[in-house]
Nanobody, 120 residues
């Protein structure tokens, strides 16, 4: 599975962005999909995960109520809607395919990352 993330950019605090991650290959629907982020000088951290069917999701406390993960298996795409953005959300955002988990080690495939920058 190859993953291509897009949709990042520069936005003011309080604004919104929609990240997309398109997968190649016919096995996309068999994987849980996660979003992680990494800010400069910090470790990669979990943001959100969605089950293979889309029926189950889980969010980091820091983004709960502001971000929403979804997927369209017909389009081999997972989305992350980012609302009410804060400067501390600034990071490179990565999508990943694997088992339903909060741990990066449980994901086998990673996208290249897309930069999100939130100005105050």
């Amino acid at each position: 599975v190859q993953l291509q993330a897009s949709g990042g950019g520069l936005v003011q605090a309080g604004g919104s962005l929609r990240l997309s991650c398109e997968a190649s290959g016919r096995t996309f629907s068999s994987y849980a999909m996660g979003w992680f982020r990494q800010a400069p000088g910090k470790e990669r951290e979990f943001v959100a995960v969605i089950s293979w069917s889309g029926g189950t999701t889980y969010y980091a406390d820091s983004v709960k109520g502001r971000f929403a993960i979804s997927r369209d298996n017909a389009k081999n795409t997972v989305y992350l809607q980012l609302n009410s953005l804060k400067p501390e959300d600034t990071a490179v955002y990565y999508c990943a395919a694997g088992v339903y988990s909060l741990e990066p080690l449980n994901y086998n495939y990673w996208g290249q990352g897309t930069q999100v920058t939130v100005s105050s």
